[in-house]
């Protein structure tokens, strides 16, 4: 079973990430994972964080020679801030000068962490709640990245909207659309959308406001019959849902037509089967974004998220003093006045680790050898029938 588990603050020392269950057999470098973890780092609206922070991975265990072991690879990234931080974050003695915080953020953990924990500052649950936490699933997604792309498995994704600003990448080349987001400061391969947004995050942020908006993931090469229709929490797409949802902000996941489906005609709402000797099953349409019944049908997998605007705004929202129970402006903490571009890049580390999961689950295999072996019986099988 691959699994992984984070621990680290915003504000602390650094994030740890401990990923069990790859394969031992395949190439793994720190390269790859820093390209990943910069990529998230990017993007038009962040926040001052990211010029102080240049986020790479140390890996000290799992990977020997840069081939995977098949043991817990653990990986360590350091938060360069955490030396203005030492005090307010230290593991051991006590900062008798710092002012807790009181005025919690709606919208934020920052409210019902207090509550729930009893705690006297709601620092204690913001530097865990933070997003800074998607550095280390990304570290953990590049892993998982890297074993797909074992199998031929690619997973990309862009922005589709940001605030009311929406691209329209009719026009762009299918295979224009990955370059040309990674060439956007907001990741969006429509270069007229990608001007608008950018002056949106710009007005934004001159108003003290935050903004959300919409990401595709495209994974393409999955192989049909990975998760099961046969147990709830077996099905592929509750699996990605929960793992998408998961990710800090992120209030929506559609997969394929998603939420058009409510105003679509059975005859309109999925995709009809075709066969081709070399192509085996195939459909013309991606109504169901690759996934029926819980299982991949063979077609790319389209995950759609929204992110909702993020909680921090330097012109705060009305909230109340913790302590005094009078009314109060929420905390004004450093923040990103949009994040959306980030997003995009944490939802295909999410989707990596569970595709990757589903993989295994699926062929089996302590090494990579064998992996694949049972990948190639098994897609020779689906293509005859
Ligand atoms: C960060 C995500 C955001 C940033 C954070 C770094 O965290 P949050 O979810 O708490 O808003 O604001 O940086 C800071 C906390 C800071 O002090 O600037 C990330 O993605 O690395």
């Given at each position: 079973m691959i699994r992984f588990t984070t621990a680290g603050e915003s504000h602390g020392e650094g994030l740890l990430v401990i990923i069990e269950g790859i394969p031992a057999g395949f190439t793994i470098n720190s390269e790859d994972i820093n390209?990943?973890?910069?990529?998230?780092?990017?993007?038009?609206?962040?926040?001052?964080?990211?010029c102080i922070e240049t986020d790479t991975v140390k890996i000290f265990s799992g990977v020997r020679h840069e081939v995977s072991l098949g043991s817990p690879i653990a990986m360590y990234i350091a938060n360069k801030d955490f030396k203005n931080w030492t005090k307010i974050m230290s593991p051991?003695?006590?900062?008798?000068?710092?002012?807790?915080?009181?005025?919690?953020?709606?919208?934020?953990?920052?409210?019902?962490g207090f509550m729930k924990y009893g705690v006297n500052d709601f620092r204690d649950i913001l530097e865990r709640a933070s997003a800074r936490e998607t550095a280390a699933r990304v570290a953990a997604g590049a892993v998982c990245k890297a074993l797909l792309k074992e199998f031929e498995i690619s997973i990309a994704s862009y922005t589709s909207q940001i605030?009311?600003?929406?691209?329209?990448?009719?026009?762009v080349k299918e295979d224009e659309i990955w370059y040309d987001a990674e060439m956007s400061y907001v990741r969006c391969p429509d270069a007229k959308a990608s001007e608008k947004m950018i002056q949106l995050i710009k007005k934004a942020g001159e108003k003290g406001d935050t903004l959300g908006g919409k990401v595709v993931i495209v994974t393409k090469n999955v192989p049909a019959g990975l998760g099961s229709h046969t147990q709830w929490d077996l099905k592929l797409d509750g699996r990605l849902a929960q793992?998408?949802?998961?990710?800090?902000?992120?209030?929506?996941?559609?997969?394929?037509?998603?939420?058009?489906l409510a105003s679509l005609f059975g005859s309109l709402s999925h995709d009809e089967i075709f066969y081709d000797v070399t192509r085996g099953f195939y459909r013309n349409t991606n109504r169901a974004g690759g996934i029926e019944g819980g299982m991949s049908n063979g077609e790319p997998i389209v995950v759609t998220c929204t992110m909702k605007a993020i909680p921090s705004l330097a012109n705060p929202l009305h909230s109340v003093n913790l302590a005094t129970k009078e009314t109060a402006e929420a905390e004004a903490v450093r923040s990103d006045v949009c994040a959306v571009s980030a997003v995009g890049v944490v939802a295909e580390a999410a989707v990596a680790v569970e595709l990757a999961k589903a993989l295994k689950e699926k062929f089996g295999g302590d090494s990579l050898k064998d992996m694949k072996k049972n990948v190639n019986i098994y897609k020779e099988r689906i293509k005859v029938l």
């Open positions: 390209i990943e973890l910069a990529r998230r780092q990017k993007g038009y609206g962040r926040g001052q964080r990211m051991t003695s006590v900062d008798s000068e710092e002012m807790p915080l009181l005025k919690p953020r709606p919208g934020h953990a920052d409210l019902p605030g009311d600003v929406t691209a329209d990448i009719s026009s793992s998408l949802i998961s990710i800090q902000a992120v209030k929506a996941v559609e997969f394929g037509a998603g939420t058009k």
